[in-house]
């Protein structure tokens, strides 16, 4: 079978984009998707360096280039469209997509959250997690649907916390857990396929 067409978009350190650089290196052959693209909606991250490094070619597309959120929305899909991929993923980046890229890429566009779902969602999962004074938290790596952190979930991830913590260590300690679990379900979704059945999502 046919390797699956990975787009994946980042924002920031690219640290989960890494691993599922690193996975696919390992098993070319086995992992059964390969990353065609890296987008991005900025430009100096870490991210797109990774991607440069791995010889995968990367887009950009800044919200603040646009005229109003919905032109750059339809830029967004069309630079990911170009691709022709079988599933996109959001390994941090920080952006809410519009109708029009859910309505290409709706049911095969993945995230993944620093929080337990549907605790904790936007854009301050681990820190809002911390403040309430939860003893676990973790990682959520689910479908995108038009909410916020709202989508279908694939699997979550476990992270205990601790007394000492701050935001930063505690994130740290996601992130070790949210990378495993990224590489796992995507290699999962390429290799078996997968079904959504209202809110739950049921790999083979
Ligand atoms: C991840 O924890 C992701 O869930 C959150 O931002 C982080 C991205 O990390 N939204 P990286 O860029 O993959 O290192």
């Known amino acids: 079978m046919a390797a699956a067409r990975l787009v994946v978009l980042v924002s920031g350190s690219g640290t989960n984009l890494q691993a599922l650089l690193d996975a696919i290196h390992e098993d070319p052959e086995g992992f059964g998707a390969e990353i065609v693209a890296v987008g991005a909606d900025r430009e100096g991250i870490a991210g797109l360096e990774r991607a440069t490094r791995a010889g995968i070619p990367t887009f950009v597309r800044k919200v603040g280039d646009y005229a109003a959120r919905q032109e750059w929305d339809q830029a967004l899909t069309e630079a990911t469209a170009a691709y022709e991929p079988d599933l996109v993923v959001s390994a941090g980046f920080m952006k809410i997509v519009g109708k029009g890229f859910l309505d290409l890429f709706g049911g095969r566009f993945v995230n993944t959250h620093p929080a337990l779902l549907p605790s904790f969602a936007g854009a301050h999962g ?12 973790g990682c959520t790596v689910h479908f995108v649907d038009d909410g916020v952190d709202t989508g279908p979930i694939i ?15 505690l994130h740290e300690r996601i992130k070790e857990v949210e990378r495993q679990l990224l ?6 979704l390429a290799r078996n396929g997968y079904r959504i059945e209202g809110r739950k999502v049921i790999i083979p």
């Open 183 to 188: 590489v796992d379900v995507v290699g999962r």
């Open 126 to 137: 681990v820190r809002d997690a911390l403040a309430y004074g939860v003893k676990v938290t």
């Open 155 to 169: 699997a979550q991830g476990v992270v205990h916390v601790r007394d000492e913590d701050d935001e930063g260590a």
